[in-house]
Nanobody, 121 residues
Framework: EVQLVESGGGLVQSGGSLRLSCAASGFTFDDYAIGWFRQAPGKEREGLSCINISGGSAIYADFVKGRFTISSDAAKATVYLQMNRLKSEDTAVYYC??????????????WGQGTRVTVSS
């Protein structure tokens, strides 16, 4: 069974940092890409970053470049999202999802349950 489990969310002050984790199981980790998304209350879901596990190439949404960093640990089948200089507008539920690659042509077929991040100003 394919599973993606996010963790690491919580309450942090503006300007602070958090590292989210996405633990994957039930599939060959290296064959896929993992993306991070978020959804704030009353807003649509938005893509943040994606990493191709084999090769390690990554892409970022413009609004997180320089603040967020995606990485992976194949031995642990886990993808991380390091978030620095957090702002109140980063408050959202954060999700990871699986795709065959990071290009827009690929469909994300499995999603985690999400982890909540709250940034206090």
């Amino acid at each position: 069974e394919v599973q993606l489990v996010e963790s690491g969310g919580g309450l942090v002050q503006s300007g602070g940092s958090l590292r989210l984790s996405c633990a994957a199981s039930g599939f060959t980790f290296d064959d896929y890409a993992i993306g991070w998304f978020r959804q704030a209350p009353g807003k649509e879901r938005e893509g943040l970053s994606c990493i191709n596990i084999s090769g390690g190439s990554a892409i970022y949404a413009d609004f997180v470049k320089g603040r967020f960093t995606i990485s992976s640990d194949a031995a642990k089948a886990t993808v991380y999202l390091q978030m620095n200089r957090l702002k109140s507008e980063d408050t959202a539920v954060y999700y990871c999802a699986r795709a065959r690659g990071c290009s827009d042509i690929y469909h994300y077929d499995y999603w985690g349950q999400g982890t909540r991040v709250t940034v206090s100003s």
